[in-house]
């Protein structure tokens, strides 16, 4: 089962090592700097420092005072875009100088409010990198970096920035949230280490992500903070920490350990306990335990935690389409051919299961259904061999990586084919979060800053951010297109093994009916392989009994159970010795 023995599901993504020292979503794989926090940097003070005014430069300092206490009430007055552009006035004039810093990170502010979350990260940018010492807003615009970067659908962003900058320090009250992105992002480069063959320092960074993990409190995420900080929306980071660890565990290969750490995420998160709700997260806590059971052939506790996932949740369909091999595996047939049924109904005609078709084939075979097994892999190979075509021409142009990111994007508009394509393509994790970034920023082009009064929109402020943006957008859709081509082709040499084996399958099927219609020849009556059908509808008490017509209910997907006959009849003997 390529699905489910070849890979863990990671909450965090897997990323391929690039050749250069950094590799794609900023993971830099050289080992970070440990630099010391220096005591100041603790320490939040947003009033403006001016220099000891010197004789005849009094003037130019009262009026940046003057300018910049004005944008300031504009800003606590809700005038938000006139603010924003006071600041923006204030950087511009290099007589103000002395007001440039909390321009900066008031306009950072300001833009954060907006909407404008990816122009705003940007700006703190330009604070963050001056260091600790460089701006006394540096520890401030931190605190509004997790303020805009939790609004994201995709978390790389702040999770890059706090690599880089958050070694310098640690605002007040947000130690775990920091500890726990930077165990995250170690986490992440101990994979792209180990993919790069550097097992030595995949090792340690996993070590050094186990520590950070440990320095993250059982209470995090229960006090807000206060002040002029933004409001927290981290939710049950230590629960969350909890997970990576169990990631970090599995990776380095304690699957004792990561069960573990998966099965306290399951206790933090459940509703009883008054914790941060994240059913999302308990999901993939069980997912994660269902996995390493099933790789370990504990296929009835695999079961049990595959049938613990909420129905219809983010990886509901995954976990069924596992969960039928767990089956399959213990000779559970019927429940195996029932989840078959679910994940091929019309309501996932878009998802992209083609090992499920080929495990149904194995399933008719081994109980002697030969024509049965013979129409489920014709549908098959009619289904999924346009799919493969189509990938192998998609696959061969000469595109630059931008234009993979094209297809995606035309995908929505196009039929069923393409379509399945671009689902394909969305299963990988990366490409599905670069794509959300794409989208924001473009959103933030078009509407966030496009949708504005003329004011805004014409000034000189708007026309910089929105170069920002569209250089930012150059790059997503650089690396999301990158992303896309290695995933197609990865799926087309899988697809096209699936088709191979399909078709020796196929072949053993006509052997299999041929030997049969041989032995009914020798005998001069038609022979049976099939043992006679025994059933019961009898179900449990939370189930009701209702025969299946060739109609699906919503609220019955995942539930079906196939009634199969449970075996062949004794194997024919060879022709040489059926005369006998």
């Known amino acids: 089962m390529a699905r489910a023995t070849s890979k863990i599901l990671l909450a965090v993504a897997a990323l391929a090592a690039a050749p250069a020292a950094e590799a794609q ?11 010391p926090a220096p005591p100041a940097a603790q320490k939040r003070d947003e009033s403006l420092s001016l220099p000891a005014l010197e004789l005849g430069k009094a003037a130019p300092a009262a009026e940046a005072k003057a300018r910049l206490d004005a944008a300031k009430r504009l800003l ?14 204030i950087l511009r004039e290099p007589a103000l100088a002395a007001a440039h810093d909390e321009a900066r990170y008031q306009l950072g502010k300001s833009l954060a409010r907006m909407g404008l979350l990816h122009s705003a990260l940007a700006t703190f940018d330009e604070i963050l990198a001056k260091g600790p010492s460089g701006s006394r807003f540096y520890g401030s615009s931190m605190e509004w970096l997790f303020y805009a970067g939790n609004k994201l659908k995709n978390e790389q962003p702040l999770l890059s920035r706090v690599a880089k900058h958050a070694r310098d320090s640690f ?33 340690g960074a996993w070590g050094e992500a186990r520590r950070l993990v440990s320095l993250v409190r059982e209470q995090a995420g229960a006090a807000a903070p206060k002040g002029d900080a933004p409001p927290n929306e981290q939710g049950d980071v230590y629960a969350k920490a909890r997970f990576v660890d169990g990631l970090v565990l599995y990776a380095s290969g304690d699957d004792v350990g990561a069960s573990e750490q998966f099965k306290q995420v399951v206790r933090l998160t ?34 049990f935690y595959y049938g613990k996932m909420p129905w219809g949740g983010e990886s509901w369909l995954e976990g069924l389409w596992e969960a039928s091999y767990a089956h399959y595996r213990i000779g559970d047939y019927e429940k195996t051919l029932g989840n078959l049924l679910t994940l091929q109904s019309p309501y996932f005609k878009d998802e992209y299961f ?6 149904k084939s194995i399933v008719y075979y081994e109980n002697c259904r030969y024509p049965e097994a013979r129409r489920v892999l014709e549908t098959f190979a009619g289904l999924y061999q346009p799919v493969y075509d189509e990938l192998v021409k998609t696959t061969a142009a000469q595109r630059p990586p931008a234009a993979y990111y094209d297809l995606l994007d035309a995908g929505v508009r196009a039929g069923a084919l393409p379509r399945r394509i671009m689902k394909l393509a969305f299963t990988d994790q990366n490409v599905r979060q670069l794509a959300q970034s794409v989208t924001e920023v473009e959103d933030e082009m078009d509407r966030g800053i496009g949708g504005r009064r003329s004011e805004f929109r014409q000034s000189a402020l708007a026309k910089r ?51 049969a219609l041989e032995g009914s020849l020798a005998r001069g009556s038609q022979v049976e392989v099939v043992k006679d059908l025994k059933y019961s509808s009898a ?26 006959t449970r075996g062949c009849k004794d ?10």
């Open 571 to 580: 194997r024919l003997s060879r022709p040489g010795t059926a005369s006998k």
């Open 539 to 564: 179900v449990s008490d939370e189930h009701l009994y209702w025969p299946y017509e060739g109609e699906f209910w919503r609220d019955e997907l995942g539930t079906y159970s196939y009634t199969l």
């Open 354 to 359: 083609p090992e499920s078709y080929v495990l």
């Open 171 to 203: 605002p007040p009250g947000f130690e775990d949230r920091f500890h726990f992105l930077l165990a995250k992002y170690e986490f992440e480069r101990g994979r792209a280490l180990a993919d790069a063959g550097r097992a030595d320092e995949a090792r």
């Open 465 to 515: 951010l929105g170069d920002q943006l569209r250089a930012e957008k150059v790059a997503l859709v650089e690396e999301a297109g990158a992303r896309t081509r290695a995933k197609l082709e990865w799926e087309r040499d899988q697809l096209r093994s699936l088709l191979a084996q399909a078709l020796r399958i196929k072949i053993e099927v006509s052997r299999k009916e041929r030997e």
């Open 76 to 89: 606590d007055e809700k005038a938000t875009e006139t603010a924003a552009l006071a600041f923006d006035q």
């Open 25 to 35: 979503l900023g993971i830099d794989l050289t080992a970070p700097d440990k630099k």
């Open 270 to 303: 459940n509703p009883k306990r008054g914790r941060a709700a994240d059913p999302q997260l308990r999901e993939l806590a069980f997912l994660q335990l269902a996995r390493i059971h099933y790789q370990n052939r504990q296929n009835r506790y695999a079961i």
